[in-house]
């Protein structure tokens, strides 16, 4: 089972951009790295999937260079409100890994003004 | 659509006495999974099942017990709650049994005294 490892937490302000960076060295060729933010008394929620390259979406970019051995989420132009944990997972999306997910404590954003 | 819900939404139990935590999706998926959320120590599977009929055993499966009638509903019973059962519980479901999107429901507090 791939492993993750990522900072505990990460301090910023508004308006920069947040880059978290997440380890999985043994990461499998069918291995898909995710992304979740949870915030405080919620369910996580997810924010992006992706296999090799970059990803991009409404919410963030994720970008996984040709080892695959880490990947980095890149929030651009944090606010207040994307004050949240954010976890890295890694898993077989096709064949039986939904079980095998180990979420980790994650990484503690917290954005100031 | 409702996505998944949860009741209670929160739980004061004594010691000694046995509960179910309700989980219903909406969306049809195949899989769902309930895991419990304790500081700092993240999200710890306890049980999941790929499809209506079957479940399976996650991380932290001991004085837990899940079954699944029909795809719809996924219940968790604590046979004889103990204090160490206190946690905040989250249920969730994926549409296939990979490790693709999980949605995941507002979750259960439950204390254990």
């Known amino acids: 089972l791939a492993k993750t490892t990522q900072p505990i937490s990460m301090d910023s302000y508004e308006g920069q951009e947040v880059n978290i960076t997440c380890s999985h060295n043994?990461?499998?060729?069918?291995?898909?790295i995710t992304w979740y933010q949870q915030f405080p008394s919620q369910g996580p929620r997810f924010i992006i999937q992706?296999?090799?390259t970059k990803v991009t979406n409404e919410v963030a970019s994720l970008f996984i260079p040709a080892d695959r051995k880490s990947s980095t989420l890149s929030l651009p132009r944090v606010s207040l409100s994307d004050t949240a944990v954010y976890y890295c997972?890694?898993?077989?999306?096709?064949?039986?890994?939904?079980?095998?997910?180990?979420f980790g404590t994650g990484t503690q954003l917290k954005v100031e003004l | 659509t409702a996505g998944i819900t949860q009741a209670p939404t929160s739980q004061i139990l004594a010691a000694g006495r046995s509960m179910t935590l309700r989980c219903t999706q909406d969306?049809?998926?195949?899989?769902m999974y309930w895991y419990r959320q304790d500081l700092g120590l993240g999200l710890r599977l306890i049980h999941y099942?790929?499809?209506?009929?079957?479940?399976g055993k996650g991380e932290v499966p001991d004085g837990y017990s899940v079954s699944r009638a029909n795809t719809d509903d996924f219940p968790l019973t604590l046979a004889s709650a103990v204090p160490s059962q206190t946690s905040v519980y989250f249920c969730?479901?994926?549409?296939?049994?990979?490790?693709?999107?999980?949605?995941f429901g507002p979750g259960t507090r439950l204390t254990v005294l």
């Open positions: 969730a479901s994926s549409e296939g049994q990979g490790a693709g999107e999980q949605f």
């Open positions: 043994n990461i499998a060729t069918n291995d898909y």
């Open positions: 992706g296999y090799k």
């Open positions: 997972l890694v898993g077989d999306i096709l064949t039986g890994g939904g079980n095998k997910l180990t």
């Open positions: 969306m049809r998926h195949n899989a």
């Open positions: 099942s790929n499809t209506a009929g079957t479940t």
